[in-house]
């Protein structure tokens, strides 16, 4: 946040809020100031961004059910008197009923409770999402569970900012978690004449899927067939957890089969095209070359033939 503050005032309110961690960049007179306050599980950040501000807070939900309340407290204690648009995002570590869970021993209702009080009190409301929910799967009780952990959630001034916004949640690649993708979405009002983060990041994408057709990439197919035989059997219910992990190896196998075809293929495109475009080697080679030899009758021979018989 901007604080315009010195750096002890901020440790101050760093201890009376109490949070574990803080950044502060001192202000220039009056002016400026920035202060980033977390501990190990929360990250709490007011963003602004062209005529948008709002609140941010990254969750890590602490994976022992003992340490949770903390964090769930600490939340609420945020909460009060918040009245700024507000997002909480983050690996919760929670769910907030049997529905968000497939596998594994059936849980109390009571123990959704403290969860679903938090945001409650916060007054937060889960997004809308495209894609598979259930972002967490893993092996417990021998037994392969899946569960909804990961998401965003924002209160009703943050949905009223952002009312088309919505939450995707993308396929594994190298963890037990999916990556949630947030697309920030004002109303046409709002957003006309802003310059979008997402629509940025959608042309990139555009342009780097052009690029993908018209290169053929080394092994492309498999890499493919893989992936979608890995996100086949994640998403079953009692998937195979011996199955998953070979399909894991083959799939990191497969990425480093990639890497080893563009890292030679560097290397060809160098030995074979060499310096021919190299600005630097021309000059080097202009200053290095021989423009003249003087031959046996005392004559300066220009020519590449002539400088030849000279030698």
């Not at 190990?40 to 990254?58: A, M, R, W």
């Not at 690996?91 to 968000?100: A, K, Q, S, T």
């Not at 959704?112 to 009780?141: I, T």
């Not at 195979?240 to 080893?260: D, G, Q």
Request: aromatic residues 12%.
């Amino acid at each position: 946040m901007k604080t315009k503050k010195c750096q002890n005032i901020v440790v101050d309110l760093q201890v009376w809020l109490g949070y574990e961690r803080v950044h502060t960049v001192n202000p220039v007179g009056y002016s400026g100031g920035l202060a980033i306050f977390w501990d190990k599980n929360i990250v709490d950040c007011f963003v602004k961004y062209g005529v948008f501000s709002f609140f941010l807070t990254c969750v890590y939900g602490e994976p022992v059910t003992d340490g949770r309340s903390r964090v769930w407290d600490r939340l609420t204690r945020l909460g009060i008197g918040r009245t700024e648009p507000w997002s909480m995002i983050g690996n919760f570590n929670e769910i907030l009923n049997n529905d968000e869970k497939i596998g594994g021993p059936r849980r109390s209702a009571s123990s959704f409770v403290p969860f679903a009080d938090m945001l409650s009190s916060c007054e937060m409301e889960k997004l809308s999402s495209k894609g598979n929910r259930f972002s967490w799967g893993g092996s417990r009780w021998k037994k392969y569970i899946q569960c909804c952990l990961d998401r965003c959630f924002g209160n009703k001034e943050w949905r009223s900012r952002f009312p088309e916004s919505n939450q995707t949640f993308l396929e594994k690649r190298g963890s037990d978690h999916k990556p949630v993708w947030i697309n920030l979405r004002a109303n046409s009002d709002i957003h006309r004449g802003l310059r979008s983060v997402a629509l940025k990041i959608r042309n990139c994408r555009k342009v780097m899927s052009d690029w993908k057709r018209k290169n053929r990439l080394n092994a492309k197919n498999k890499i493919n067939q893989l992936q979608e035989r890995l996100e086949w059997f994640q998403s079953k219910p009692y998937s195979c957890w011996f199955v998953i992990n070979n399909l894991e190896k083959e799939l990191l196998l497969a990425y480093k089969e990639e890497e080893n075809f563009w890292w030679q293929k560097s290397r060809e495109k160098w030995l074979k095209l060499g310096d021919r475009n190299s600005n630097l080697m021309k000059s080097n080679r202009s200053k290095n070359s021989l423009m003249k030899l003087i031959d046996k009758n005392g004559v300066e021979q220009f020519s590449d033939a002539a400088k030849s018989r000279c030698s």
